[in-house]
Structure formats: C-alpha cells, structure tokens
C-alpha cells in the first residue's frame, strides 16, 4: 500500500516539496520488488462464501464497520448501504452524490461519513438527518457511541458532535504539523474515555467536553526533513479492555494502558498499516510485508513471516485461531495466530483489498477497491 502524505500548512514547504519531487525526478528510483509467487492453497480450514454485494469504488479510508447486526459500508462516490450481517440483504442503500473522504461510523442506529466538501452527514434509517461543516478534512472513520459523533480531523483535533441534531459539544485542537498522513487514524473508545491518535502520540480525553486526561507517546518524529519526521498513528487500532495498541507510521508499535494513561511498551519497526491483535498477541505487517505477531504484555516478538512480502497488505483481523489479511490482488490470506503459516486463502473480485477486514458475528468480511463486499463463514 502507497502510503498518502498531504500538507495542511505554508506555500513554502509546497515549494520544498516540489523541489524535492523535482530533484528525485532527476535520479533513478529502483523499481519496487516482485512478490514472490505463491505456493498452492495449503487449505487447512474450510470456509464458504457466504454473501457477495456490490457497494461501489472504496479507497483507503471507507473502512466498513459492524453495528447492530448490520455491515455499514460505503464508496468513494457517495453511495452507503446497510447489509444485514447474517443473510446478506441490503436494507437500506442512498446515493449522497458526493465524493467521500472518510467512513463509515455507526452505533447500529447513527451512521455518520464526511465527504470531500469537509462535511460531517448523519443518516437513519437510510435517510440524511443533518450535516455540519467541519474545521479541516478527515481520513478518519468518524466514532458514533454515546449518542455522540466523534470526529478526528487530519490537522488533529478531535470534535464531538450531537448524534441527535449534529450541534457542535466541543473542539480539541493542538499545534499543526506541516504534512500529515491521509491514512486512517486511530479513535476508539474505552470505558469513558475516548482515545485518539494525535502525531505520534496517544491521548485520552474526556468524551463529554474534550478535555486531555492523559497523552503518552508511540514514537518520536526522527530525520533531517518533514516527511522523515512523519510519525502519525494508523487505525485501526487493537482494543482487548484497556489495552489500546497501535502503529506509528514507519516508526513503531505500541501498546498503551488506556485506564492509567501509560506506556505498556512501545518496539521500533516499520509499517504502513494499523494493527489487530487477541489477548495473547498483536499482530501486522512491516513496510515490506513480513507478518509480524508480538506477545501482547511485553512487546517481545513471536514470530515473522516472510512468505507474503511485497504483496502489499491490508492491516489484519484476529479471528478464533487465524488472522486475516488482504492483499494487493484480491486475495484474503488466512494464516495460524500461533505461527503465521497458511491455513487457506480466499479470493475476490481481483481487485485491491486496502482496508482491514471486519468481524460480523461468525463471518469474515472484506470490501475490494472495486467495491465487492464479500463475507465468508467457517464449515
């Protein structure tokens, strides 16, 4: 996955950028490497594709999510629909005709997404109940819980906003970064704090009025330029209780108590996609696409894969005794929690697959670039 770097501050380090381009232009770039070719299917599991819908062109940031029973998904071009988890029907599906940069958030009742125009839309019900400008735009699936939306906007501030009407509660701001990543953050909920990625840091803030409890850091910004110094957190995040773990761009993986506000323990590695992880393990892939597991209380490795490099991944999903990860080609590789080998492989429509599968009750779910949605379920 090509990561995607946008600035949100001064025209002179637009020119320091275009100078940079120019420069790189001129000098050779080695050619990205081949994946491997793969070995034949071990199928150690059995699965059946359970239902299949067409949603419409996703990208990076329409990340599907799972709420009341239902699969909420959305396209870049505006379409959203609600899928019942367990048959496949659609329930409810609207054409916004608007492009979309970020998605989808529910509770099973609210589902919120923001368009291109930095616009904040709630629906329900399949209807549009109210939208709101935002400050800035938003990679960010907004979080919809407490009959609150919660916003993470790519300057980093967080918003919290009134499911029942959109009327703005509070705004947390903090000083700007020159570049940004337009990747997913990290916002998650635990108990009645609500958790945001804020550069390379994680923070806890009050739900109710956006007051800071308590910021810790993942990884710290290292390099002579802006982009070397690029350090956001990626969503999605992995949460077992208080245990918030997460990826700092191309830095390090971490995990945080969420309760204390502490640093549990933080291991440089690179990587350019968030993380999923059990009680006993967390796991990923590194910039190369080598499948990483590390031991959840400790940060100690597990175990390393190196069968899947280049392939381009999607971020992972634990599930039972697998973890599942998209590929560049459509594929779904579902390899052993214990040790990373092979337990089978699923296939799409071909295209990418560029964000973390989901869990909707027993069946696995993905949604491809070209906007199939496919859920499978173990036999």
Known sequence: MTPMISTTRSPRLWAGLLAAAMLAGCSSSPKAPEPAPLAPVAALMSTRLAWNVQVGQGSETLQPVVAGGRVFAASSSGNVLAVDAGSGNVVWRVALDQALSAGVGSDGATVAVINRENQLIALRDGREVWRVRLPARSFTAPLVAGQRVFVLGADRSVSGFDAANGARLWNQTRPGDPLVLSQPGALTAVGDTLVAGLAGRLAGLNPDNGAVRWEVPVATGRGTNEVERLVDILGPASRIGASVCVRAYSAAVGCVDAERGSVVWTRQTSGLTGVHGDDRQLYGSDGEGRLQAFNRASGQPAWTVERLK??????????????????????VHLVSR?????????????????VAPVLAGDALVVQTRNGGLYAWRPQ
Do not use: Q, W
């Open 338 to 354: 214990e040790d990373g080998s092979e337990m089978t492989r699923l296939t799409t429509d071909g295209s990418p697959i560029v």
């Open 310 to 331: 280049y392939r381009k991944l999607s971020a992972p999903l634990a599930l039972g005794r697998v973890v599942a990860f998209g590929d560049n080609s459509g594929l």
